[in-house]
């Protein structure tokens, strides 16, 4: 257990390539990377979503690999930065992201798809245009790796698509609950939030609520990874406020509104950022400043209300 | 509820158009947006059977109650509300699409082109984009893989082209033989849903033989032949069994304008 502060401060540096997230978002996190200035991160998930616009304005993240940009176009700055090169990117797929964080996981050094075959995506021109991830793919004698590859099967001789291994330096999500050790549990869809963990050197989770193990013990099947491949396990109650939480919360669409609209321009992601980012402490200082700025009853009226508690619960035993 | 049957936009019958071509019993993988939309009105009013199923893992979903809006987006909280499985990518895009289970998918997608093709990356070139999109998603994944593509968008000349500005997903490509050439197995019978018309290709096979052009099949109530036409910036094929399809019937009207939550998912201007 420790603070999203310390946890930042000790495994997050400039240059990382980080887990973002994609339909688990810890925006407590996020905004801990913006106030501690953390430099040139490269973001990579199945799908970037806001969070990645505003670690973007700063330079905290300015190189992507994705399948999509969920949100995130609607920043002029954003597409500025893409359109001169600040932030730089390869394109993917929800699927190929995925699999490629799969095959990390399970220190594969490839896997294998076919989502590109017959596309624009195996042109000269996508693979390496002038903004793309080069640098990152240069090979000790100079030379430019390709971002995937197309061979022919030396099994049945048809074409094959490889797609690289993702080794994330760093994850940062949240989850539903984890205890003391840092067994993560979460429900809901969860698109590549597991591999994302699993291929990660160090794993920052915020958590909505901390639980005695034994609680963790009863519901073994909701764990996505053990304890011991966590690094950081931090209490952050509405920690992915404004995105939502499967059986918490809904996301603040309103909110979401404000800081999409924040982000659409320099000005506005500047004022956001000093005000909601720089000029709040930690998540909760975020929440108590939001519940001052708005009332109670905004945060409230998010919350889950009907959590289809399952009349018939699991059961495990032995004899 | 009486609703006036004659007043509903061209937006609603693109919906209704791209729910008709979805079959009862089969299983398919819905993109976001309007996809979500049309496969939940599907799945309402004629395939109650149909295997709904969206990349980020909530498979089968079958909605609890018949007071809940669509879902929105592919990882809509509302989808675990009645799913038969709450998995990840790999289930979903992984082993249900690319292990060959999906039999069609519904995509919406910026650009079309005269085979299929389907484009959600950029307007103009990669190098000076007149317009950055969000990107693939999970269409490139399933257009390599379902057995079916069901496409919607608006009938727009900037949408309709000769060849896409840039090919995400991949149709015929460039013609017959095409996916066979770059290692894909057989299409078909696709279909495009917009809002004037029905288009399918011109291959029986998937992609073997036949033109593999688009074709019309069918124009929407009070839409001319002539109004796609010079929407279509090549010299279009038009079926010899061109029909009319029937407007929207009352269910289908009134359950669309329920699961479009007040218009959340049809914004008025954008389609």
Redesign the interface.
Known sequence: MMTAHEAVERFVNDGDTVYSG??IISFALTNEIIRQGIKGLKAVA??VTPNVTMMSIDGNVNRIE?????G??RSKPF?EM??DGRVKWN?Y????I??RL?AGGLGMPFIC?????????LLE??MN??RSLKEDRRREDGSIAPPYAVIDSPFDG???LLYPALKPDVAIVHCQRADEEGNVQV?????????GLWSSKNVLVTAEEIVPRSVISTEPHFTIVPGFKVSAVIHEPWGSHPS?L??YY?ADREWAGLTGAGMTTWHGAREYLDEWVYGTKNHADYITKYKDRFGEDLLDNLR?KDT?APEQPARYGWR | MSINLDDYTRAEMMIIATARQVRDGESSIVGMGPPLLSAALAKYHHAPNMWYCTESGPLDWIPTSRELPAPIGIADHSLTQGSAMSGDMVDALGAFVNGGWAQSAVLQAAQIDRFGNLNTMLAGTFEDPIRRLPGTGGNADIGASVERVISTMPLETRRFKERADFRTTAGYIDGPGGRAEAGLAPQGPNKCATTMCVFGFDTEDGGTTGSCEMVLEQLFPGVSLEEVQTTIPWNLKVSQDLTYMDPPTEEELVLLRHLDDGGNHLIPGRY
Not at chain 1, 113 to 121: E, I, K, V
Not at chain 1, 187 to 195: F, S, V
């Open positions: 994609f339909n199945g799908s994705t399948g999509y940009l969920s995130t176009l597409q893409m359109r394109d797929t929800n699927m190929t995925t699999l799969m798809a076919n989502s590109f075959l017959g596309t624009d995506y021109e996508t245009h002038s048809r074409k094959a429900w809901g869809p969860q698109a590549d939030t597991k591999w939502g499967n059986g809904r889950v289809m």
